[in-house]
């Protein structure tokens, strides 16, 4: 565990998502999610 605040991991998640290397969908049912394609 990396004991991250949930605005780092936020922002890191971002991050990746800006670079294309995660996807990212929000759902009313799922909620929030990232997706990492390239993996």
Same mark, same amino acid.
């Given at each position: *565990? &990396? /004991?991250? @605040? #949930?605005? +780092?991991?936020? +922002?890191?998640? $971002? @991050? &990746?998502? *800006? /670079?294309?290397?995660?996807? =990212? +969908?929000?759902?009313?049912?799922? $909620? *929030? #999610?990232? =997706? =990492?394609? /390239?993996?």
């Amino acid at each position: *565990k &990396l /004991s991250w @605040s #949930q605005d +780092r991991a936020l +922002r890191a998640l $971002g @991050s &990746l998502e *800006k /670079s294309g290397m995660a996807k =990212f +969908r929000e759902n009313i049912v799922t $909620g *929030k #999610q990232w =997706f =990492f394609p /390239s993996l």
